[in-house]
């Protein structure tokens, strides 16, 4: 037997075996999607949503094993390792099967329609343009921009943002009021009318305010040097400086305190768990816990040091804070929000008890969920728990209404750690591509563009990045529009490349030469 006939017959060894696994790994995952789906029953009243469902169920269910082992042989006989089957999860895995039939001998080749391929990229697309808008040509991923309050007075501005490329427009409710928020559409209505393009506004309730509401300034424990203090600040911390956390502010000379805008938070802490304001600028340590009172101790600042001011946000890395994500201010919103906006965006939405208060308000405001006549919905997931509850989150509210998902990195960040955040903005892309939803890729994009004039590095390659989402956000600042500018040309750019997770392999053009 010549030596080719020996590796020809290996090759349909090793085919034969890895069908083997394989036929049994698709029986574990269509068994495992089917109980998933039952899950899910009654929460789908939207036809249209249920094929994304069900890839999404048979996503969850491939990935509970680990498909690393299968990579490399796979490979070596120029079949798909399955890691770019997010869009066809089944179709995937049956045309790789019927690969390896053919190749071990194994029977007829019977593979998926080639159609069934483009069925979910296609789905995904359309949801894409349904809430950020349509464009003709590239780039792909559509610019969000979160519009200042100057955007009220000044009509120019709004179409200075749309002529230099964003799709979408951002009103957050936390900020102005409707007077200014109706100015704002206003131009924006108008401005996109004279460019010929429909232009989204999505108006994001500002849900539970978790931050610091007041200031009593004291004095860091290290004698800092004094400085003249704003109202509502404290003066400079360092490392080991201590504060305190308390219900009411005292009058008496001692450490700095302040108190917090929403009593979970003091409810929650406990002694030895981690405390951090500003987006973890400032970090500190839980180091007693009694009524009224907690004291903590700074473990991590800037260099220089830095002041605790009332108004910023506040997080308890770790913990599960079961806070209802619609308040009595967002439900004040509500009714001007329905009659303006494209797109909700649901700040701070955690469980399936969230999205239900909210469709409960929406039907008060004769609103139909189900057979949906009003806004799409955005989730904004910045919590630990809001990921962990992300599939179901997604089944409930696509089951209802338009959706899309947006990483709302800044909070995220804080509550699961910076260095969790790179993996974790992947798997999110991935689940919302297996289930078909759009996804915004948000916060501090571009950020020293947009306040400075000039992009850092590895802002440029966080831009890049972001091209795999459906949207990326910009926030406000005195360069935004030249920011959109720059980010359009980078989408662009990475347009030629990519395409999610696949490269498109066209032509090098820079060692032509070569």
């Known amino acids: ?32 999607a089917e109980t998933t789906l039952e899950a899910w029953d009654g929460k789908i ?35 798909s390792s399955l890691g770019r089957s997010e869009a066809h999860v089944r179709p995937s895995l049956d045309a790789v099967l019927a690969s390896l039939a053919l190749i071990g001998g194994e029977g007829v080749a019977e593979y998926p329609p080639v159609e069934i391929f483009a069925a979910g990229p296609a789905r995904l697309a359309a949801r894409r343009d349904a809430l ?8 792909n991923t559509r610019i969000m921009v979160t519009l200042p309050s100057d955007a009220a007075e000044d009509a120019a501005l709004v179409a200075t943002l749309i002529a230099s490329g964003a799709d979408c427009m951002r009103i957050n409710c936390a900020h102005d009021g409707p007077d200014a928020w109706s100015a704002m559409i206003g131009h924006v209505r108008r401005a996109a009318a004279a460019a010929g393009r429909r232009v989204p506004v999505q108006m ?8 610091v509401e007041t200031v009593a300034p004291g004095r860091g424990e290290k004698g800092a040097k ?9 003066g400079r911390l360092f490392e080991g400086d201590r504060f305190e956390v308390v219900e009411t502010l005292s009058t008496k000379p001692g450490l700095p305190q302040i108190t917090l805008s929403h009593p979970a938070l003091m409810a929650a802490m406990e002694v030895g768990g981690a405390l951090w304001i500003n987006d973890g600028k400032i970090r500190a340590k839980i180091l007693e816990v009694s009524p009224g009172r907690v004291l903590a101790e700074i473990t991590g600042t800037p260099g220089k040091g830095a002041k605790i001011k009332a108004e910023k946000g506040v997080n308890l890395p770790g913990v599960d804070l079961r806070v209802p994500a619609l308040t009595e201010e967002d439900l004040g919103h509500l009714d001007f929000v329905l009659g303006h906006a494209d797109i909700i ?4 939405v955690q469980t399936g008890a969230d999205l239900r208060a909210l469709f409960a308000a929406l039907a008060e405001r004769a609103e139909p969920v ?11 997931i910045e ?26 990195r800044g909070d995220l960040a804080v509550e699961i750690g910076f260095e969790r955040l790179s993996e974790i903005q992947e798997e999110i892309l991935w689940l919302c591509e297996a289930a078909e939803v759009p996804v915004v890729w948000a916060t501090q994009v571009l950020e020293s563009m947009v306040k400075d004039g000039q992009a850092s590095r590895a802002e440029m390659t966080d831009a890049a990045m972001s091209q795999r989402a459906e949207c990326v956000m910009l926030n406000k600042g005195p360069h935004l529009d030249d920011a959109v500018l720059f980010l359009r040309d980078v989408l662009v750019r990475m347009d030629r490349h990519t395409n999610k997770k696949s490269p498109r392999l066209g032509a090098l053009g820079l060692w032509h030469d070569l």
């Open 204 to 211: 994001d309730l500002p849900g539970p305010k978790l931050r």
């Open 383 to 408: 919590t630990p728990l809001a990921l962990r509850n992300l599939p179901a989150l997604i089944v409930e509210a696509g089951g209802r209404m338009p959706v899309g998902v947006m990483i709302a």
């Open 345 to 348: 965006g649901f700040s701070f």
């Open 226 to 234: 004094k400085e003249k203090l704003e109202p509502g600040e404290t």
């Open 370 to 380: 189900g057979e949906h006549a009003g806004p799409s919905l955005m989730l904004k």
């Open 45 to 79: 009243l939207r036809p249209e949503f249920m094929p994304s469902a069900r890839n999404l169920a048979d996503y969850l269910a491939l990935r509970r094993g680990d498909l690393v082992p299968f990579q490399a042989p796979l490979s070596s006989l120029g079949l």
């Open 132 to 139: 950020f808008g349509a464009r003709r040509g590239n780039p």
């Open 1 to 32: 037997m010549s030596l080719a006939e020996v590796e020809g017959r290996e090759r349909r060894a090793q085919a034969r075996g890895l069908y083997r696994a394989l036929e049994g790994l698709r029986a574990d995952m269509a068994r495992r």
